[in-house]
Nanobody, 115 residues
Framework: VQLQASGGGLVQAGGSLRLSCAAS????????MGWYRQAPGNQRELVAF???????NYADSGKGRFTISRDNAKKTVYLQMNSLKPEDTAVYYC??????????WGQGTLVTVSS
């Protein structure tokens, strides 16, 4: 299983980014997917989660600003991030949390939000 995340980068506060995560080797359509993040010195935290049926859940930090979506035909999950804040700076990980014990984790993509 490979989860290839992309779309991170440097953006000014108030800007937007869209992260993408392409899955391979995974029965994508039946798996819930999530985005986690880890800022320097902090623990990893859940950002957003989408079930196989398309139901979504968000951490309070991203509600109203972040949108998770999926395209089963492309085996890709997205995270649209708007109104970014410096505290959103972190490495963002794509995860298939229920596919195996501990989940499958991608390599992460760095998001840096400058003030």
């Amino acid at each position: 299983v490979q989860l290839q995340a992309s779309g991170g980068g440097l953006v000014q506060a108030g800007g937007s980014l869209r992260l993408s995560c392409a899955a391979s080797g995974l029965y994508f359509s039946i798996n819930a997917m999530g985005w986690y993040r880890q800022a320097p010195g902090n623990q990893r935290e859940l950002v957003a989660f989408i079930t196989s049926g398309g139901s979504t859940n968000y951490a309070d930090s991203g509600k109203g600003r972040f949108t998770i979506s999926r395209d089963n035909a492309k085996k890709t999950v997205y995270l649209q991030m708007n109104s970014l804040k410096p505290e959103d700076t972190a490495v963002y990980y794509c995860v298939a949390p229920r596919a195996t014990p501990g989940g499958y984790w991608g390599q992460g993509t760095l998001v840096t939000v400058s003030s």
